[in-house]
Structures are given as structure tokens and as C-alpha cells.
């Protein structure tokens, strides 16, 4: 619901970038309840949403999302579809603003779009780690054994600058082919929103551009943190001038 985005907004950052644990702690508590409550209204009167049709959905087997399952799938979906997209559209447009020129070119030439919101992707993807993964068997990978039953915790941003795999990788460039970039997983757990996520970032990036010709960052670049945390990388704060 519309009115409830404000304080949906807060406990998403916080449960991806704490600024305090105990607002953390506050947010974990506050958004399944805040979830659960919905979750019971739209029971009771079902809409044409994501929701009512989760809360209604039978599998083959006659089985049931259970009540925490449905919550869990909530944040899930909320969170992985939010947080995300949010950050591929600041840290792209704060690439654009270190880069001067590529933002002039993109704002004469949408053409360019497309291969620049995979730059974006490949450059500062939102998602810097992936979810835990368990070793099943002993592996070995760059000179190292991985024991199996350790988890493992893949790093896709330092994948994506990758020198062997992207030429001058810490280089961002609107232009360059950068396919294969792994900013939405590998494998099994493929990011189910990517489709999605490709058109929202280039939808709004778009529409940035076009709607604001003056647009123009209103602070230092170093004076802007990375968010801490293993999960999401962007800025807390973009702020911007038009
Ligand atoms: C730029 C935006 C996005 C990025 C960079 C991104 C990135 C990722 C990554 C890296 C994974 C895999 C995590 C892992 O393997 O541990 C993932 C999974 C997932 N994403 Fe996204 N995502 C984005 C947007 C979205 C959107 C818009 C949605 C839904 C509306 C979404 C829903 C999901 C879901 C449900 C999964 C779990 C899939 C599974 O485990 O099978 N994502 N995403």
C-alpha cells in the first residue's frame, strides 16, 4: 500500500545496511508483523496482487505456502526486488557523474542505454555477495582446497572486475561489451527479477536523464561512503541537483 512505503523503506535499509543494531533489530521485528497483518487483511479480502494470489496458491501436491513460508517469500521478493534496483539506479547515475563525458553521450544518444545499464550492472552491481554456499565435496579452486560442509561466500563485484575475464575492468565504459557479467547470480539461483530489473534501471535512468537536464551531483565523490555490509553495495545518500 501506498501509504506504507515510507516506514517499508526504512526497515528495508536497515535490514540490509544497519545504521544501529538495535534499528536493525526494530526492523526484523517490525516488518514480518507488519507483513503478517497484511498478509491477513488480503486473506479475508483478496485483491489482484502478488500476495492474494501467493496466500491462494495450491502446488500439485495440494501444499500450502505455511504462514511463515508466505512472510519469508514476502521479504524475499520485497527485499531481493527493492534494495537491488534501488542501488543499480544510484550507483549508475553515480557513475555517470564521475564520468562526464559518457553522461553527455548517453543524454545525445539512448541507443547507448542498454550497454550502459549492463556497464552499470558490471561495474557497481548492487548485489556484492552472493547467499551462502555449502561445499558438498572437497573442491579446489585457484590453489586452495574448499572442504566440504565450509561455506562459501562468492564475491560477484570482484568477479566482475575480473582483469582475465574484462579488459582495464576497473574502467567503466558505457561502451564496452560487457556480457557475461555476473551482477544477477550464476546457476540454480539466477536472479528471477533480472528481466525486471533491466527494464526498471533503464526505464529510470531514462526518465532521469530526459526529465532533468540539468541533473548534477551536489557533493564531493569521496564524500560519499559506501554502505557497509557484506550484502547490497550503494550510497546511503545521492545527493543531486536540477
Ligand atoms: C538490479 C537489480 C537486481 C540484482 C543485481 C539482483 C541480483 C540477484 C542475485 C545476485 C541473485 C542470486 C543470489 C545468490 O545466488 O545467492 C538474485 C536472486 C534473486 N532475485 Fe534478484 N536482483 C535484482 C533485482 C530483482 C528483482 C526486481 C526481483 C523481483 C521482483 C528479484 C528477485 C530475486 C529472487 C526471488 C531471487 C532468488 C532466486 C532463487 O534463489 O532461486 N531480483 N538476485
Redesign the pocket.
Known sequence: PALDRDAFRAWSNEMVARTSPEAEARAYQEMPAYLAELAAAKRSRPGQDLLSAMIHTVDEGGDRLSPDELIGMCV??LI???E??V??IGNGMRALFAHPGQLADLRADFGLLEGAVEEM?RYD???EN????LALEDVEMGGVTIPAGSTVLIA?AGADRDPERFQQADRFDIRRDSRGH?????????????P???L??RIAIRTLLERCPDLRLDAEETELPWMRGLLIRGARELPVRW
Not at 552472493?130 to 554456499?133: A, G, I, K, N, V
Request: net charge neutral.
Open positions: 524475499l521478493l531481493a526486488g527493492h537491488t534496483t542501488n543499480l550492472l552491481g548492487p548485489v552472493c547467499t551462502d554456499r560477484m555476473i551482477a544477477f547470480g550464476h546457476g540454480l539461483h539466477y536472479c528471477l527479477g533480472a525486471l530489473a533491466r526498471e534501471g
